[in-house]
């Protein structure tokens, strides 16, 4: 079946805009994943969400930063007044969720520029 | 803070010889571990795992063994092929959290 898909796969915005990235997992996983991919660095938890249960958002960097998942399936990560710090690739993962220690599947990536 | 460590940022090697990969970390609470591989304008893909309770998983070409009083892990591809150069990325979890490394750049040369 289809992957782990993910939109814009680019985007440039200015600083101060607000941005939309938006996930659609593989069909029929609960579990969803969004991170972050600074250049040279490893990829960063961002949030986590699993079923109904409420989202693990400890790795936000800060209020700026939010998501939801709405009907158990897309998810939307949003940025608030853009700063160039936010430039990155910003992955989503999604997994089965029946259990720890699951294989995550992830997408393309979106590629945000912030000028 | 970070929990997983990927020492070499890049290795060369030898088309037909093995690849070495090495990771590092810091959480003794970790209890799983995963290798991704990453090509260019692609996200990571899975290529193999293991559980805190084995020292050696093996897939093919593909070999992680983990030393968990070292608190380190390995990958070993062997032979190495010119489609296996990529972004090769060490992820330890607990429970659903992942933490990365940094990734190490192979490239496998004719």
């Known amino acids: 079946g289809a992957g782990v898909s993910q939109s814009p796969s680019n985007k440039v915005t200015e600083k101060g805009k607000d941005v939309e990235l938006r996930c659609d997992p593989i069909?029929?996983?609960?579990?969803l994943y969004w991170y972050r991919q600074s250049l040279g660095q490893g990829l960063e938890f961002l949030i986590y969400?699993?079923?109904?249960?409420?989202?693990?958002k400890s790795g936000l960097p800060s209020d700026r930063f939010s998501a939801e998942r709405t009907g158990g399936s897309v998810s939307t990560l949003t940025i608030q007044r853009t700063q160039q710090e936010d430039s990155a690739v910003y992955l989503c993962?999604?997994?089965?969720?029946?259990?720890?220690?699951?294989?995550?599947?992830f997408g393309p990536g979106t590629r945000l520029l912030v000028l | 803070d970070q929990q997983v460590k990927q020492n070499s940022p890049s290795l060369s090697v030898q088309e037909g010889r093995i690849s070495i990969l090495n990771c590092d970390y810091t959480n003794s609470m970790f209890d799983y571990f995963l290798w991704y591989k990453k090509y260019p304008a692609e996200g990571p893909t899975f290529l193999i795992s293991?559980?805190?309770?084995?020292d050696k998983n093996e897939d093919g070409r593909f070999t992680v063994f983990l030393n968990k009083s070292a608190k380190h892990l390995s990958l070993h591809i062997v032979p190495s092929q010119p489609g296996d150069s990529a972004v090769y990325f060490c992820a330890a979890g607990s429970d659903y959290k992942l933490s990365f490394g940094a990734g190490t750049t192979v490239t496998v040369r004719a």
């Open positions: 993962a999604s997994s089965l969720g029946n259990r720890g220690g699951e294989t995550q599947y």
């Open positions: 069909s029929g996983h609960t579990a």
């Open positions: 969400f699993q079923g109904n249960s409420a989202p693990d």
């Open positions: 293991i559980s805190s309770i084995k």
